[in-house]
């Protein structure tokens, strides 16, 4: 359709009523299956996604949704990570410190400028922000859990935390292929949003803004799609607390030895 001008379009959509992207269902299935809470589902006519769908369809995506999916099976398996504190190194109270001395060095890179107005110094000082902004989730797990409550986070608060260090601790051997499957989470996330977006650029070259065969807004609901519908928006989320290799706390020798492949041997008899 990408090739076609608006008005080739309009010469056969009619034919195309009241056919719909709204009756994928095995699309529907993927997104429960990886984990899209139904809670955070953009309505549909202000009903239900599977309203669409017949009363057989309908179950099989309840049940899906009322089961196991990726997004679980995977925030389980982080809760699991044995690194997050062990003898001699406490990740999150490391963490807390460094990025207390990070930010410290940048408040004062910024003081002491030449080129900066005091209005101005001001400004990027509040944009930094410190321990009490936007990394006061990471360390306060009641927050963390309320923001849970509330959709606006999915993981829970231990598998963030496993997630953080997967991400800052990525070149430790044995944290390779953890952190490489996180990443693949996120480009799943990222093709499907892409997928979306231009799925509602599309619609809105070939429509403008006329109301979608199915009976949606049309670009304005495949829009909001794009911008909301992410599954592994707490991956995501993680960036906003990575601190630089520079200042990252330095693992124990022993915990090094544990996060790299070695073996002892021990002779027999």
Known sequence: MESMTPLDFLDFRNYLFPASGFQSFQFRQMEA?????????????????????????????????AGANLLRAVESWLERTPFLELKGFNFLEQYKAAVQKMTEKEQEAIRASSFLSD?????????????????????????????????????????????????????????HMP??????????????????????QMVLRMLGMKVGTGGSSGYSYLHKTAVE?????????????????????DLPEHLKRELGFYFTTNPLG
């Open 33 to 65: 299956l990886l984990g899209l809470p139904p809670d955070n589902r953009i309505t549909y006519n202000n009903s239900p996604y599977s309203t669409v769908f017949n009363d057989e369809e309908r179950a099989d995506l309840q049940a899906i949704e």
């Open 119 to 175: 209005h101005e110094k001001e400004m990027r000082i509040q944009l930094i922000g410190n321990t009490q902004t936007y990394f006061q989730n990471v360390f306060d797990e009641e927050k963390h859990e309320e923001l849970v409550a509330e959709g606006r986070l999915r993981l829970s608060y231990k598998a963030t935390i496993a997630a953080l260090l997967l991400n800052l601790y990525r070149d430790e051997p044995i944290l």
């Open 179 to 200: 952190f490489n499957l996180l990443q693949k989470l996120m480009d799943v996330d990222e093709f499907l949003t892409v997928w979306r977006y231009r799925h509602a």
């Open 229 to 249: 519908h992410h599954i592994y928006i707490d991956l995501h989320n993680i960036s906003t607390l990575l601190i630089p290799r520079s200042e990252l706390p």
